[in-house]
Nanobody
Framework: QEQLVESGGGLVQPGSSLRLSCVAS????????MGWFRQAPGKEREFVAA????????RYTDSVKGRFTISRDNAKNTVYLQMNSLEPEDTAVYYC?????????????????WGQGTQVIVSS
């Protein structure tokens, strides 16, 4: 059974950092493009970042460029999202997702497997 489990969320002050982790099981991790999405209260889920199977290629939504970094460790079946200079607008539930055959990294519908999400709250 394919499964993704996120961790690392929490309550932090503006300007702080957090690192989210997502551990995959039941799938050939290195064969999947991995993505992070987020859903803020009252809003639709949105794309945050994605990383290619090899980890060489990454993509970010404009609002997190320069602050967030996506990375992966295929030996550990884990994808990370390092979030720096957090802002209140980053408050959301963060989801990781795995894409086997799709190519549109910003489209939710191209992802096959989703985690349950981890809550990030940025507040003073």
């Amino acid at each position: 059974q394919e499964q993704l489990v996120e961790s690392g969320g929490g309550l932090v002050q503006p300007g702080s950092s957090l690192r989210l982790s997502c551990v995959a099981s039941g799938l050939a991790f290195s064969s999947y493009t991995m993505g992070w999405f987020r859903q803020a209260p009252g809003k639709e889920r949105e794309f945050v970042a994605a990383i290619s199977r090899s980890g060489i290629t990454t993509r970010y939504t404009d609002s997190v460029k320069g602050r967030f970094t996506i990375s992966r460790d295929n030996a550990k079946n884990t994808v990370y999202l390092q979030m720096n200079s957090l802002e209140p607008e980053d408050t959301a539930v963060y989801y990781c997702a795995a894409m086997r055959d799709g190519y549109r990294t910003t489209y939710e519908s191209d992802y096959d497997t989703w985690g349950q999400g981890t809550q990030v709250i940025v507040s003073s």
